[in-house]
């Protein structure tokens, strides 16, 4: 196949293996969808270097273009919650967007052509392609690794425990050896090259089927002890959370549901977590509504809040708001904050460069927020003080989507404070009842397996969950629903694993591998 035939197919191929995303995880689409893109790749492959180069880089842009279009239609949502104001730009989100993420793909199977030929060689080839692409489509111009292809595994227990080891990437780079080697069975050659490949990818997988069942108990995770969580979802819809004017409604509502009778033999709730920019107001400085909130908690409970706050202005220039967690105590103390330190292009600001352009044309970011938010510390993320809890690893929504990137680093030669669970408040009611919701705590669920911690997760119309440090949700709410979630705080797996330890760096390792491996068995066409 060749002009735009070719690119059809590998846009509809490539949305084929959208299916292995939640809320669906059919593996076998995206089988199916990788054994195409090789047979799309090999009809590029056959021309000259020079001609097959931009041919393998089409295909792969078109290819990663249907894959994400599928993967993350639903966020044209968040363009229709103020349709008057930004319906116009629904195209730029569910099209724009995928068409420009699709050029890492682009670069990734152009980098596979480098190293390319018939044979078993070619598979390892795609894997190191679309390896590097995928970590540098969450690296690069603030990164956005949603659906990264490992999500494909680790939406399966007993598979995505791998990610302890070599974290989502180097999932990755095992979905496209398991998912892309059938694509030999009809080569010509010996039964060893046209077998091996998906024999050695059987093997992958029962390999790493059979490292989960291992690593994962039989028993439930034993709790912290003296610890119950109260997580609040108050199903707010978006277009009435941010509205001033609601202020005294919506805090109503949060004091009715976190004050509910505990179910007969339960504990009472010693913390209680509100989501993602709980307020539309600054809680900070109402003191009246947090001496409010404070007598309304549970005897001796603390509570831990997301709310916008803002800073005080030096004369002359503009008060900085930030999206942050806050720690409050009774009688309405705010005893510690977290300001998100990831924020979400042209949602919570402008990029710089296009920033002062974009609002002389009256435009401005999803959240109408003066100026924007505000990033928080350059150093990157903190943990978060909480008294009785172990130390928090804070994450403000989508910062749970980036593997290596949410316990903080080692400054100054000091070894970093290591925390005992992962806190993550969010406000999914942008995307309503598809799967971004659902796609959203699988990749949170994923870094609870990565880091060997426990994650709590609070979202304002869900899906409020938390889950045990193997990936196990152990208690959850449905979304767009309206409750409280009451729950122990599983304990964290004793020592860090390999991941939280090394990083990507077994990542790179294996890229490196990969990339070798086919270099190696490369041959004349």
């Known amino acids: 196949m060749r002009g735009w035939r070719r690119l059809a197919l590998a846009f509809a191929s490539g949305a084929l293996g959208a299916l292995t995303m939640p809320p669906y995880g059919l593996l076998p689409a995206l ?31 078109a290819w990663g273009f249907g894959y994400l279009t599928a993967g993350l239609w639903w966020l044209g949502s968040a363009f229709l919650v103020e349709a008057d104001e930004f319906a116009w730009a629904l195209p730029l989100g569910v099209i724009g967007l995928p068409a420009v993420l699709g050029l ?53 227990l007993s598979l995505a425990q791998g990610a302890s080891l070599v974290g989502l990437y180097g999932l990755t780079l095992a979905t496209v050896l398991i998912g892309a080697a059938p ?81 007969a033999g339960s504990a009472a709730p010693t913390h209680v977590v509100w989501p993602e920019s709980a307020f539309p107001f600054l809680i900070q400085r109402d003191p009246e509504a947090l001496e409010r909130i404070g007598r309304a908690l549970p005897a001796g409970a603390v509570l831990i809040a997301g709310a916008a706050r803002a800073d005080e202005a030096l004369p002359g220039e503009r008060i900085r708001f930030f999206n942050a967690i806050m720690t409050i105590l009774a009688p309405g103390r705010i005893a510690d904050t977290y300001d998100k330190v990831h924020l979400v292009p042209f949602g919570e600001y402008l990029p710089g460069p296009l920033d002062a352009a974009l609002r002389a044309l009256g435009l401005r970011q999803f959240i109408a927020v003066p100026g924007g938010f505000t990033a928080g510390s350059a150093a990157g993320q903190r943990i978060l003080d909480i008294p009785g809890l172990p130390p928090a690893a804070a994450t403000i929504c989508y910062e749970a989507i980036f593997p290596g990137a949410i316990v903080p680093r080692a400054q100054d030669g000091a070894a ?19 799967p971004g919701p659902r796609q959203h705590l699988a990749q949170a669920a994923l870094r609870a397996v990565e880091e060997g911690l426990p994650l709590v997760r609070d979202a304002n119309t869900g899906i409020s969950a938390v889950v045990d440090p193997y990936g196990r949700v152990t208690a959850r709410l449905p979304l767009n629903t309206e409750d409280v979630l ?11 694993t390999l991941y939280a330890r090394l990083g990507d760096a077994p990542f790179a390792g294996l890229l490196a591998a990969t990339f070798l491996l086919a270099a190696l068995t490369r041959r004349p066409r």
């Open 416 to 434: 970093p404070r290591e925390p005992g669970l992962i806190l993550n408040v969010t406000n999914d009611a942008w995307f309503g009842d598809t």
């Open 104 to 156: 890492f793909y682009g670069a990734g199977f152009a980098a596979a052509r480098l190293v390319w030929s018939p044979g078993a060689g070619r598979i390892a080839a795609l894997a190191a392609g679309l390896g590097g692409a995928e970590w540098l489509r969450g690296h690069l111009f603030t990164g956005f690794p949603w659906n990264t292809l490992g999500m494909a595994l680790a939406g399966h």
């Open 183 to 263: 694509a030999t069975l009809v080569d010509r050659g010996s039964t060893i090259a046209r077998f091996g490949p998906s024999l050695g990818a059987a093997a992958l997988l029962a390999g790493l089927a059979g490292y989960g069942a291992w690593r994962v108990p039989d028993a439930a995770t034993q709790a912290v002890p003296g610890v119950r969580l109260r997580l609040m979802q108050p199903n707010l819809p978006q277009d009435a959370k941010f509205r001033p004017e609601n202020k005294d409604d919506i805090v109503d509502r949060y004091i009715e549901l976190t004050g509910r009778e505990t179910a």
């Open 31 to 61: 089988v199916l969808s990788l054994t195409l893109a090789v047979w799309l790749a090999d009809g590029a492959a056959a021309l000259p270097l020079r001609r097959s180069l931009p041919a393998m880089a089409l295909v792969g842009w």
């Open 486 to 496: 009451d729950a122990d705080l599983p304990a964290a797996i004793p020592g860090r």
